[in-house]
């Protein structure tokens, strides 16, 4: 997960991402689930209260106290029903949005009620759409569009029913312009409250992720860096025992086995830092570029590796223009590749195919060699598997490359699909999204 930037807010202040959207709705109730019943029953019975306090000192031309008290006591009911309905769901239940709503679509209508039995002439009105409005888009957790349509009910009933007599003309435009006013207000402190809540989710996502980066990588130092120098450090102390005798077959030995362990390292090395350095990338980290150009680029990197086990690799890219991460596509690439190659019979082919499909650019390396079984296909996609399997020459390996070809991948809203056959060989497909 990347931090997204402001442009990638709606205009709610809501992800525009739905995945993400969901997943922050379903943190923000599990640390503030208590928050969803507390802010609509409070305000449910202070409107109560207010009832109590007040009607029954109003004159009403049809209707009565009673029949409001009856409306209110219903309301308050009605907001207590949340928790037997509600309280025990784990996952955010999206209805409790919906019944939020009707308790302020409610809480509207009694105020309505109230105006009209009293024909408008109620000096407590305003303070009242004041605060019920305030409510709306500051204590409950509605979201914007309905606390919007709630509170604009509420302003066009005022503007409409009550008797401006009571106040003269003037004084009822001025009162009107200021209720506009401060829904507008409290609609942009919505807004901004909205993005500041996603934010924060959204960077503790992204520490989390960190996090497992972190742990991964030193995992994978636990369990691999340490091989290769040990082998060195052997292999060092057996060459200078062999260049004390002055073997020298033994000692061409040693520095073989030296110049491997260590280029197994570089190989190591060089995918933890593109691996760390992925952590940072965000699709926005673009550039123009040629698809073939780095294509051909990975594929040189390989030809060494393919050249010792008389690998041919067989390539057929059709050009294309985009903005993508150049880098991060040969990253891929190369690490598809090298993986193919370390799993591949002597002697046999692989074949790298690139061209246009759809609204997508595929990308396709195919190989010749001993298979991926399901169950590791799925470590890999859940970022589960560590350990690495020996190549059909013995060839050692961290477990990594895959891992950092997913990681990518999902990191740039792109898809890889694997289809194996165990003796048969691997079909990577990477589908890039064309702009």
């Known amino acids: 997960m990347k931090i997204k930037e402001t442009t990638n807010f709606s205009l709610s202040g809501e992800l525009r991402d739905k995945e993400q959207e969901n997943n922050f ?46 409306l209110r006591i219903s309301l308050v009911v009605s907001g207590l029903a949340m928790f037997p309905f509600f309280y025990r769901k784990i996952v955010f239940p999206k209805a409790i949005e919906f019944y939020g709503f009707f308790l302020m679509l409610f809480s509207s209508t009694i105020i ?31 979201p914007l569009l309905f606390a919007f349509i709630s509170s604009t009910l509420l302003l066009t009933h005022y503007i409409i029913f009550f008797n401006y007599e009571l106040v003269g003309f003037n004084a009822h435009v001025y009162m ?100 760390a350095i992925s952590i940072k990338s965000t699709i926005k980290n673009q550039s123009h570029s040629e698809i073939q150009d780095s294509c051909s680029n990975a594929i040189d990197f390989c030809e060494s590796y393919a050249g010792e086990k008389n690998i041919s690799i067989v390539k057929s890219i059709a050009p294309h223009s985009f903005n993508f991460n150049e880098s991060m596509i040969e990253t891929v690439i190369r690490n598809i590749l090298s993986n193919s190659i370390k799993y591949s019979y002597e002697n046999s082919k692989i074949y790298v195919e690139g061209k246009l499909q759809g609204n997508q650019y595929l990308i396709r390396i195919k190989d ?23 190549g059909t020459c013995g060839e050692q390996g961290h477990g990594l490359g895959l891992r950092l070809v997913f990681h990518l991948l999902q990191s740039h809203q792109c898809e890889i699909n694997i289809c194996s056959t165990k003796e048969m ?11």
């Not at 029953?41 to 009403?60: E, K, M, P, T």
């Not at 924060?200 to 992720?209: D, G, T």
């Not at 060989?425 to 702009?435: I, K, T, Y």
Request: with cysteine.
């Open 25 to 70: 709705k379903q943190y923000y109730w599990e640390q503030s689930k208590n928050h969803y019943f507390v802010s609509y029953n409070i305000c449910c019975i202070l409107l109560l209260f207010a009832g109590i306090f007040f009607d029954y000192h109003r004159i009403f031309y049809w209707g009565s106290a009673n029949l409001l008290t009856t």
């Open 112 to 142: 309505i009620a109230l105006t009209l039995m009293t024909h408008g002439n109620s000096f407590t009105l305003m303070p009242g759409i004041l605060i019920m409005t305030c409510s709306f888009y500051i204590v409950t957790p509605a």
């Open 176 to 275: 009107c312009f200021m209720l506009c006013a401060i829904n507008i207000v409290l609609i942009y402190i919505k807004v901004i409250q909205a993005r500041s809540q996603r934010s924060s989710f959204l960077a503790q996502e992204y520490l989390k992720e960190l996090g497992q980066a972190k742990d991964t990588i030193l995992s994978i130092i636990g369990h691999d860096l340490k091989n290769p120098l040990t082998i060195i450090t052997n292999r060092i102390a057996i060459l200078n025992k062999s260049l004390e005798k002055e073997d020298i077959d033994k000692s061409k030995q040693q520095v073989a086995s030296i110049i491997s362990a260590s280029e197994n390292l570089n190989h190591l090395l060089q995918n933890l830092l593109e691996w």
């Open 368 to 390: 010749q060699g001993v298979g991926i079984s399901n169950e590791l296909i799925k470590e890999l996609k859940d970022g589960s598997n560590i350990f690495s399997k020996p």
């Open 425 to 435: 060989g691997s079909d990577f497909s990477v589908f890039l999204p064309v702009s």
